[in-house]
């Protein structure tokens, strides 16, 4: 089979990535939660122009796939022998439908021809580019668009506190603090380095302000990452392998083993209010996982240590300010870092896993073509998205599992293998 789609067939489908690319950046910070049905209309429609193109996923497009039916399988298996676990299955539908939108997607997109490629690229620069500006005006204006986007939901302006009014920016400076280095990937290699290092500067200036904590440490993995494989590529690859091992297989340990006792003890106390919490979360979470370590609570299982569980009261003494003190219920939702929710919901096999899917992803990124740089901003958009999936947000919420793979897809454009395989 070719390794790229007819011409015709190419350029519909570029239009059609190329839209989603333009507008998922600026459209999360108003409502991240369009980048779902955007995911699925560019699938749907991706996979209607070019349905024998999934026929060459081949490699990583199978492996993941396999890992991902054997992860909802474990899940469901989990969920039937779980005390807690309920409604694994709304849970199990929508991972498994996204995940097909997703690999049919990053399938279709891998077929672009290279003028379709510039295309989407040039989409995904003026998106990224729209969202700083919309992130400056929101930060400036007191998220005065978000609310008017949601007055029943927020009410009127006034109605919000400041740090209120700027927390409704988080969704959508995560998202653009992922999606800003394939955009730069593009402009490195269209433009040069000065275009690619403006973006990412003025970006990071932007994020600095309007972002949350996630959003910020997000730009500084990506940077970090993206600075180590320019010099030194495979080092990168391999260092990067070994502390993603590493984290997921400590994840249990270290909450409970170093952050509460650091936090209690006042050893960590100069972190943000909102690091206390999810520091209380991930303990909890870590009791939890030691409980059920192999079988997991089940998929889905952590909303139920939420709202039906007592409320948890939380405490920090700080020195020349008032002490912290929050009293929660124990996982509001999830909780808050998604290799804590894999170990508690799936166990050791989830995370098993998970780890293939990662490896898989790593193996493509060090495989795809052209120079290392270009490889090294593959490396630092992953960097950052796996930072802010440790911060923030359920690994299952629908908006975040699609912009996971509208990030995927926007890579594999890039990187047709030779043989056509993903």
Not at 119 to 141: D, F, N, Q, S, T
Not at 173 to 198: D, E, M
Not at 258 to 285: E, N
Request: hydrophobic share 60%.
């Amino acid at each position: 089979m070719s390794p790229t789609l007819e011409p015709d067939v190419s350029r519909r489908v570029g239009t059609v990535i190329a839209v989603a690319a333009a507008v998922a950046a600026p459209v999360s910070v108003i409502t991240a939660k369009a980048i779902a049905p955007l995911l699925i209309i560019a699938a749907v429609i991706g996979l209607l122009l070019a349905r024998r193109r999934l026929l060459s996923w081949g490699g990583v497009g199978w492996s993941i796939a396999l890992c991902l039916a054997l992860g909802i399988s474990w899940g469901a298996v989990s969920a039937l022998i779980s005390p807690i676990a309920a409604h694994w299955w709304t849970t199990a539908y929508k991972v498994a439908g996204l995940a097909f939108c997703g690999l049919a997607l990053v399938a279709a997109a891998g077929g672009l021809t290279a003028d379709d490629r510039a295309r989407v690229g040039k989409a995904l620069v003026a998106g990224v580019v729209l969202a700083v500006v919309l992130l400056a005006i929101e930060y400036l204006g007191g998220s005065l668009l978000n609310i008017a986007a949601r007055p029943d939901q927020w009410g009127g302006f006034g109605t919000l506190a400041p740090h209120a009014r700027l927390s409704l920016l988080k969704s959508g400076a995560a998202v653009t603090a992922i999606l800003i280095w394939p955009a730069a990937a593009f402009l490195w290699r269209r433009s040069g380095p000065v275009a690619a290092l403006l973006l990412l500067g003025v970006g990071g200036i932007v994020l600095a302000f309007a972002a949350g904590l996630a959003g910020k440490l997000a730009w500084v993995a990506g940077a970090l990452v993206l600075s180590v494989g320019l010099l030194r590529f495979r080092a990168a690859v391999i260092g990067f392998a070994a502390l993603i091992g590493l984290l997921l297989l400590a994840a249990p340990v270290i909450p409970n083993g170093y952050l509460v006792p650091a936090l209690k003890s006042g050893q960590i106390t100069f972190l943000p209010y909102s690091v206390f919490h999810r520091i209380f979360i991930w303990g909890y979470t870590a009791e939890r996982i030691a409980e059920r370590p192999v079988a997991g609570w089940g998929l889905n299982a952590a909303k139920q240590f939420g709202a039906s569980m007592p409320p948890v009261r939380m405490e920090v003494e700080l020195e020349g300010r008032k002490d912290w003190i929050n009293i929660s219920e124990p996982i509001p939702l999830h909780p808050h870092n998604a290799v804590l929710q894999i170990w508690l919901e799936l166990g050791f096999p989830g995370v098993l896993l998970a780890a293939l899917v990662l490896a898989a992803v790593l193996l493509a990124i060090a495989r795809l073509p052209g120079a290392s740089g270009e490889r090294a901003f593959a490396l630092a958009t992953l960097a950052a998205a796996l930072l802010v999936a440790s911060f923030s947000f359920g690994i299952w919420q629908n908006w975040w599992m699609a912009v996971l793979w509208l990030v995927g897809a926007l890579t594999a454009m890039s990187a047709p293998k030779p043989d056509g395989r993903l």
